[in-house]
C-alpha cells in the first residue's frame, strides 16, 4: 500500500511539473530556531528529497547566530518565515511582533526524560512515587498570560 501511495504521489507530481510552464523558483528564506536538530526533519527532508523544488520554490535554511531573533526578522520584513515554539509566539505576539502561526513542523514535543546512568531509575516504573520537574522554554509565561 505504501508503494501504491508513493507512487500515486509520484506520478501527480510528475504530471503536474510536466503540465506547468516553466517559471524562475520562488526564492524563501526560513530561518530555523536552533541549530540543525529533529524539529526541522520535514523542512530538510523536503529540500533534500526536492520537493521544495518540485513546487517551484527556492529554499534558503538558515540557523541563527542568535535563537531569539528569527521572528523579529520576520516581523522587520529580513526574512520569510521563521520557525518558532507556539508558547514563544503567544509572547511575542503579546510583545507586539505582528506575527501569526501557519504551519506545526512537530505535532508533539521532542523532549525526553533523562536520569542518572548509575543512578536507581532504571525505567518508566520507577517514576511511581516520585516527583518528575518539566519544562518547555516559554510555556511557563504563555501559560500564565492567558489565565
Do not use: C
Not at 72 to 88: I, M, R
Not at 129 to 134: L, P
Request: glycine share 8%; aromatic share 8%; net charge positive.
Amino acid at each position: 500500500m505504501k508503494k501504491l501511495s508513493q507512487l500515486f504521489l509520484f506520478a501527480i507530481l510528475a504530471f503536474g511539473l510536466n503540465a506547468a510552464p516553466s517559471y524562475a523558483a520562488e526564492k524563501l528564506t526560513v530561518l530555523l530556531d536552533w541549530f540543525v536538530n529533529p524539529d526541522h526533519a520535514p523542512l530538510i527532508i523536503a529540500k533534500e528529497k526536492g520537493f521544495f523544488k518540485a513546487a517551484g520554490l527556492d529554499v534558503k535554511l538558515v540557523a541563527p547566530s542568535d535563537p531569539s531573533l528569527p521572528p523579529k526578522l520576520v516581523a522587520a520584513g529580513k526574512a520569510d518565515l521563521a520557525v518558532s515554539y507556539q508558547p514563544q509566539l503567544h509572547v511575542q505576539v503579546s510583545q507586539g511582533l505582528p506575527l501569526i502561526r501557519i504551519a506545526t513542523l512537530v505535532s508533539t514535543p521532542l523532549n525526553s526524560l533523562v536520569v542518572l546512568k548509575d543512578g536507581p531509575i532504571k525505567s518508566i516504573k520507577d517514576l511511581k512515587g516520585k516527583k518528575v520537574g518539566f519544562s518547555v522554554g516559554g510555556f511557563e509565561d504563555a501559560l500564565l498570560g492567558v489565565m
